[in-house]
């Protein structure tokens, strides 16, 4: 009928003003292109991002690694600090083994030093003070933080040149740093001391044996002459000891070899 008709009409009518009205409220391609672009500047960035995390794991890998080899470098400058010398050069090296060891301080890793500086400027003087005498003018040790040079000072905090140190204290000194490292640095690493005593007087002789050469490591080879350790040292000593050699030159050989047992003119 004419009345249903009319009705279907503006239902119609109805839904299509509706249907203009959702149209409208659609956002024109003029507005939202600005959303577009930056929409694409935000993944251009991510993928930037990513890139850099990509780049900055691979150099967290490349610092493990040098971090590693300055481990093993330490390690191996330790032990070859400890080699054999020969005895008409000791003298020359002692006064310039403070500056040699100054280097296998740099070689630790940079911000382990920062951390325990201290503690390593105090566990060389412990290991200082068990080897000097008691009236020694060293009160304290410091180590820079920035150049890790080593310097000395009394009591009242006068510093100490290197020169006012006798032969002997300088060689206590250089072993003590030598046996404060080791100690820091954890590991058990075997020690090789040729001439061990070289021309330290009988006090300090006495002070190497009682506290030194029993705690310097777990493996502790000396390569000592029958005017270093002997009697009363040798004795005090024999405790520790656990295989003795005599190493004996061959005139019509030319040769050395090795045999059992402990230099005769020694014991």
């Known amino acids: 009928s004419a009345v249903n008709l009319l ?3 503006k239902k119609i009518e109805e839904e299509i003003i509706l249907i203009d009205r959702k149209i409208n409220t659609i956002p024109t391609f003029e507005s939202v292109k600005g959303l577009f672009s930056e929409y694409a500047k935000q993944e251009e960035k991510l993928r930037s991002v990513r890139k850099e995390k990509e780049i900055l794991l691979v150099s967290l890998e490349e610092i493990d690694n040098e971090i590693k080899s300055n481990e093993t470098e330490y390690n191996t400058l330790l032990i070859s600090s400890n080699s054999a010398h020969f005895e008409q050069k000791r003298q020359s090296q002692i006064i310039n083994h403070i500056d040699t060891l100054k280097e296998i301080i740099i070689s630790f890793n940079k911000q382990l030093v920062s951390e325990n500086i201290s503690k390593l400027e105090k ?3 412990s290991k200082f003070d ?3 005498r008691k009236e020694s003018l060293v009160n304290r040790i410091e180590i820079s933080p920035t150049d890790y040079s080593m310097t000395l000072y009394t009591s009242g905090r006068l510093e100490i040149p290197a020169d006012r140190l006798s032969a002997g204290e300088r060689q206590l000194l250089a072993i003590a740093i030598l046996w404060g ?4 640095s ?3 690493l075997p020690t090789i001391i040729d001439t061990p005593m070289g021309r330290l007087d009988g006090e300090h002789r006495t002070r190497l044996i009682e506290k030194y050469f029993p705690n310097a490591a777990s493996q502790v080879i000396l390569l000592s002459t029958d005017e270093e350790i002997y009697g009363q040292y040798y004795s005090k000593l024999k405790p520790f000891i656990a295989q003795e050699y005599n ?6 050989e030319k040769t050395s070899y090795f045999s059992n047992g402990y230099l005769e003119s020694a014991l």
């Not at 490292?181 to 820091?184: E, F, K, N, P």
């Not at 190493?247 to 019509?252: A, D, K």
């Open 7 to 9: 009705l279907v009409k």
């Open 123 to 125: 566990k060389i003087k």
């Open 130 to 132: 068990q080897l000097k």
């Open 181 to 184: 490292l080791a100690d820091s």
């Open 186 to 188: 954890g590991k058990e």
């Open 247 to 252: 190493i004996v030159y061959n005139e019509t």
